[in-house]
């Protein structure tokens, strides 16, 4: 499970101290039952890139902001076929890539996820993290009724 993965970095020597919460504690301990919840994200436009770049047909260029309350996150996902580009605010989000070791960002960080990273975030603080992401993606299929 990829909840797994990152919450043995958590738990490891080389990811804990200053870094590592009362909140991130609580995370590593299984307290928080899932990264998944209490982050909130809202788009703010988004352009078809095909009317622009024809050979972009079907990608979709998207900017939104999204706030991370303290003990939620994102679990590790691939950004293949998904590039994005997330931009801190406030707050400090805590990101492993590719299963390296656990590195804090804070506000105006800028960290660059193209197709060669998975990653996963979690929010270890006690503020809420603000960042805005760009990305570019194919937008999800409707589901069949």
């Not at 095909?50 to 950004?79: D, K, N, Q």
């Amino acid at each position: 499970m990829h909840l797994m993965k990152i919450l043995g970095v958590f738990a490891s020597g080389a990811a804990t101290g200053a870094i590592i919460s009362a909140a991130g504690l609580a995370l590593a301990q299984g307290a928080v039952p899932a990264l998944d919840g209490r982050q909130h994200s809202q788009t703010l436009g988004s352009i078809d890139l095909g009317h622009e770049f024809p050979s972009m047909a079907g990608y979709v260029l998207t900017l939104r902001t999204t706030t991370v309350a303290p003990g939620a996150g994102h679990a590790m996902h691939s950004h293949k076929g998904a590039p994005e580009i997330v931009h801190i605010v406030s707050g400090v989000l805590s990101d492993q890539r590719n299963g390296g070791a656990l590195s804090a960002h804070g506000a105006g960080d800028t960290l660059i996820n193209d197709g060669a990273v998975s990653n996963a975030v979690v929010n270890l603080g006690k503020a809420p993290v603000v960042y805005y992401a760009a990305t570019v993606a194919r937008p999800p299929k409707a589901s069949a009724p």
